[in-house]
C-alpha cells in the first residue's frame, strides 16, 4: 500500500512538472525511460483509491467487532451476575429456615423449617407456570386512582404462561440480560415472600392447608403487588419494540412510589399477612402464660448470617444492569444492617441488663429489611440511620405483640412489617437521583443539589481556563470533555431546582423536598391495607377449604408438629432409625421409698382410666383460667399408679379433700379420697 502512494505521488509530480515544461524544448536523451502516459497514472491512482476503500472497510469492520465484543461482554456480565444474584437469594430460604428453626421449640423445628423448604417446591412451579405472567404480563386489570391514570393492577400473558412463547436467548427490552433470567431471579423473591409469613403462625399450623395457602396468597397479593410496583411494558405488544421497557405501568410504579428490592412487595406484604393469620388462627397453647423458650440459638444466628450473605444478591441484583446502583445497594445493605445489629443490642442493653443472640438476630434482620426498598437510591451513611431506626421501630413492635394480645410467635410483622413500612418510607427521606436518575429525590437529596449547584460555576470557569492554558492536545481534549460532563450537569440541576421552586410552571408541577416522602407514605399504607384486606380473606378461604383444619388441634399441638405432620423428628442425631417413641399411658412408680413427707392417697368411685383422663386433661396447656383445685392439689402430687396418688408435703387431710371435689366435678361421679 505504501508503495503504491510512493508512486503514484512520484508520478503526479513528474506529470504536474511535464505540464508546465511543455512550452519548452525538450533535448533527446539517450538511455532515458519513457514518461507514464495519462491512462497509466489514472489506472494507478484508481488502484490506490481501492486500495484506500478496502482499507476503510476493514477499519470499520474492526470497530464493529470491537465494539460488538464489548456489548456481548458487557452482556454476559449482566446475566452472569444476575444469575449469581438469582443463587444468592435461593440461599437465603435455607437460611430462613436456619433462622426459623432455632427459635421454636424442639418438638417443631423440622416442621417449621419445612414450611420454608416447601415454597421452593411449590411456588417455585407456579411461579413458572402462572406467576410471572400475573406479575410481568401486559396490565389486565387497571384502576385510576391515587392520582394516577390507568394505574395497572395485575398482568397476563399467554406467551408468559408456562414461558412457552419466550425464546431461551430472548432478551428483556430495555435491559442486556435474557428473559429468563429475570424469571429465575424475580422466582426468588416470589418463593422466599410467603415463607417469611410461615414465622407468625409457626408451632401450630397443618402443612398441607399452609402449601394451599401459600398459592392462594402468591395469586392473589404478591403477584398483583409486584405489578403495580415492578411491573414495566416489557411485553405489551402495542408499544414500539424499541420502546419497550421504558415505562411503568403498574399503579404504584406510575405514582413514582420507590421499592428497589421488595419493601412494599415482599416485606410489607408478608409482615401484614402474618398478623392476619394471627388474628384469624389464634394463639399458641399456653399463651402468653407459658413461655416457649428457642431450641437453639445458634442455629438461629447461623441463619442470621446465611440471610445477611444472601441479602446481597436479594438487594444488588435488583440493580439490573447499573453498575452505580448495585455497588449502592451493596454499601447500604451492609451499613444498615451492621447498625441495626447494634442498635438494637444497644437497646436491649439499656431495657433488659444484657444484650442476647436472638436480640442481635432480630437487629440484624430488622436492618436488612428497612434497607431493602431504599438500597438502590441511598449513599452508604444513610443505611446506617435507616438501620438504627429499624431497630428502634422493630424492637417496639415486638416488644408491643404481648400487650395487643396477638402471637406472633417468630415476630415476622414485628420485623418484617413495621420494618418495611418504616423502610418504606425512609426510602423518601434519604433518596436521591445522583445515585438512581430514574429515582427520586428526597429533603437531603435537594438541599446537596442545591449545594452543587452553587459550587458548579467556579469549577465550569476553572476547567475553562485550563483548557485554555492546555498545550498538549489529549491534556485539552480531556478538560473539554469535562467541561462538557460539567455543563450538562448544570442544566440538569437547574431543571430539577427549578421543579422544585417551579416559579415558570404557575405551580402546576411542584414537586417539593417532601414530595417524594408523600409518595412512599401513600404506597406504603395502600400496599398494607391491600395486602391485608386480601389476606384476612385467602385465610378464611382456607379455613373453609380445608374444613377449619389450617389450624392443627390441641392434642397434635402438645405432642409436636414433627411428629404429628411428618411423622418424624428434627432433632435426632442418634444412630437409631426409628423416630416414634411409644409412651406409655401410665406413668412410671416413684422409686423413692415413703417418707420424708410422703404419703399415698387411694381414689374411689371412679375408674382409673377415667382418672388419668382427667388429670392428663387438666395437665395440658389451655386459654381457660386452671381449675383451682387442681392448682393447689399439682405441687404436691409426684407419682400416680391406677388410682393411687402418691403426694409430698402438704396436709394430707387438705388434699385429699381437693383431689374428692377435682375428680367428682370432672367426672360427674361421686369420688372419695382416703389415706392408705
Not at 417468630?410 to 413500612?421: E, I, K, P, R
Not at 427521606?429 to 443539589?449: K, N
Request: aromatic fraction near 10%; hydrophobic fraction near 50%.
Amino acid at each position: 500500500m505504501r508503495t503504491r502512494w510512493f508512486l503514484v505521488s512520484a508520478l503526479l509530480i513528474t506529470f504536474s512538472f511535464i505540464e508546465t515544461n511543455s512550452a519548452r524544448a525538450e533535448a533527446p536523451k539517450t538511455n532515458s525511460a519513457p514518461a507514464p502516459s495519462v491512462s497509466e497514472l489514472k489506472h494507478a491512482l484508481e488502484a490506490t483509491q481501492a486500495d484506500l476503500a478496502a482499507t476503510k472497510k476493514s477499519l470499520a469492520e474492526a470497530t464493529s467487532t470491537a465494539d460488538s465484543a464489548t456489548t456481548t461482554g458487557k452482556e454476559r456480565g449482566d446475566t452472569a451476575w444476575m444469575l449469581t444474584a438469582s443463587a444468592f437469594v435461593m440461599f437465603m430460604i435455607p437460611g430462613l429456615a436456619l433462622f426459623y428453626g432455632g427459635m421454636v421449640r424442639r418438638k417443631n423445628v423440622l416442621a417449621t423449617m419445612m414450611h420454608s423448604m416447601a415454597a421452593l417446591a411449590v411456588v417455585g412451579v407456579y411461579w413458572i407456570a402462572v406467576g410471572y405472567s400475573l406479575a410481568f404480563g401486559p396490565s389486565l386489570m387497571k384502576v385510576s386512582i391515587l392520582g394516577v391514570e390507568k394505574g395497572g393492577l395485575v398482568g397476563w400473558s399467554w406467551d408468559l404462561f408456562f414461558l412457552k412463547g419466550i425464546a431461551f436467548d430472548q432478551k428483556l427490552p430495555g435491559y442486556d440480560i435474557p428473559v429468563y433470567a429475570h424469571v429465575i431471579f424475580q422466582g426468588m423473591f416470589a418463593i422466599i415472600a410467603p415463607a417469611l409469613i410461615s414465622g407468625a403462625v409457626a408451632e401450630r399450623i397443618r402443612f398441607w392447608p399452609y402449601c394451599l395457602f401459600l398459592i392462594l396468597w402468591v395469586t392473589f397479593v404478591y403477584c398483583p403487588l409486584a405489578h403495580m410496583v415492578w411491573a414495566f411494558d416489557w411485553f405489551d405488544t402495542s408499544v414500539l419494540a424499541a420502546k419497550r421497557g421504558t415505562s411503568a405501568i403498574g399503579l404504584l410504579g406510575k405514582m413514582g412510589a420507590l421499592d428497589f428490592a421488595g419493601g412494599t412487595v415482599v416485606h410489607i406484604a408478608a409482615g401484614v399477612a402474618g398478623l392476619a393469620c394471627c388474628l384469624v388462627l389464634g394463639k399458641r397453647l399456653g399463651y402468653p402464660k407459658q413461655v416457649a423458650h428457642p431450641n437453639s440459638m445458634v442455629l438461629t444466628l447461623l441463619g442470621a448470617g446465611l440471610l445477611w450473605f444472601g441479602w446481597f444478591g436479594f438487594n444488588g441484583g435488583s440493580a439490573v444492569n447499573s453498575t452505580a446502583q448495585a455497588v449502592s445497594a451493596f454499601a447500604a445493605t451492609q451499613a444498615a444492617a451492621a447498625a441495626a445489629g447494634l442498635g438494637w443490642m444497644l437497646i436491649e442493653w439499656l431495657h433488659k441488663g444484657k444484650p442476647t443472640a436472638l436480640g442481635l438476630a432480630s437487629g440484624i434482620v430488622a436492618g436488612l429489611v428497612a434497607v431493602t426498598p431504599a438500597s438502590g437510591f441511598v449513599y452508604a451513611w444513610a443505611g446506617i440511620f435507616i438501620g438504627l431506626a429499624a431497630a428502634g421501630a422493630c424492637y417496639l413492635g415486638v416488644a408491643l405483640k404481648n400487650k395487643l394480645g396477638y402471637d406472633d410467635s417468630l415476630d415476622a410483622f414485628g420485623v418484617h412489617g413495621v420494618g418495611g413500612f418504616a423502610g418504606a418510607i425512609l426510602t423518601g427521606v434519604f433518596a436521591t437521583t445522583a445515585i438512581a436518575p430514574a429515582g427520586g429525590d428526597g429533603p437531603f437529596a435537594y438541599s446537596y443539589h442545591r449545594s452543587r449547584l452553587e459550587a458548579l460555576p467556579a469549577l465550569i470557569e476553572k476547567t475553562k481556563k485550563e483548557s485554555l492554558e492546555a498545550l498538549d492536545a489529549d491534556v485539552k481534549a480531556d478538560k473539554e470533555s469535562t467541561l462538557a460532563a460539567l455543563e450538562k450537569e448544570k442544566a440538569t440541576l437547574e431543571e430539577k431546582i427549578a421543579k422544585q421552586d417551579d416559579t415558570a410552571n404557575s405551580g402546576k408541577d411542584k414537586k417539593s423536598a417532601m414530595s417524594q416522602i408523600y409518595i412512599q407514605f401513600k404506597a406504603a399504607v395502600f400496599a398494607l391495607v391491600f395486602a391485608l384486606v386480601l389476606s384476612l380473606g385467602l385465610v378464611y378461604l382456607t379455613q373453609a377449604i380445608t374444613r377449619s383444619n389450617f389450624k392443627t388441634d390441641t392434642r397434635s399441638e402438645s405432642e409436636g408438629l414433627d411428629r404429628t405432620e411428618h411423622g418424624e423428628v428434627g432433632f435426632d442425631f442418634s444412630a437409631a432409625t426409628e423416630s416414634v417413641t411409644v409412651v406409655s399411658a401410665e406413668p412410671r412408680p416413684a422409686s423413692v421409698p415413703r417418707g420424708n413427707g410422703r404419703f399415698d392417697l387411694e381414689l374411689t368411685g371412679a375408674s382409673a382410666r377415667e382418672l388419668m383422663k382427667v388429670w392428663s386433661d387438666l395437665c395440658q396447656p389451655s386459654d381457660k383460667p386452671a381449675d383451682p383445685d387442681f392448682l393447689a392439689v399439682y405441687p404436691h402430687v409426684t407419682t400416680i399408679r391406677g388410682t393411687t396418688f402418691r403426694c409430698r408435703g402438704g396436709d394430707p387431710a387438705e388434699v385429699a379433700k381437693r383431689l374428692e371435689a377435682l375428680f367428682t366435678r370432672h367426672t360427674g361421679k361421686g369420688v372419695s379420697a382416703a389415706k392408705v
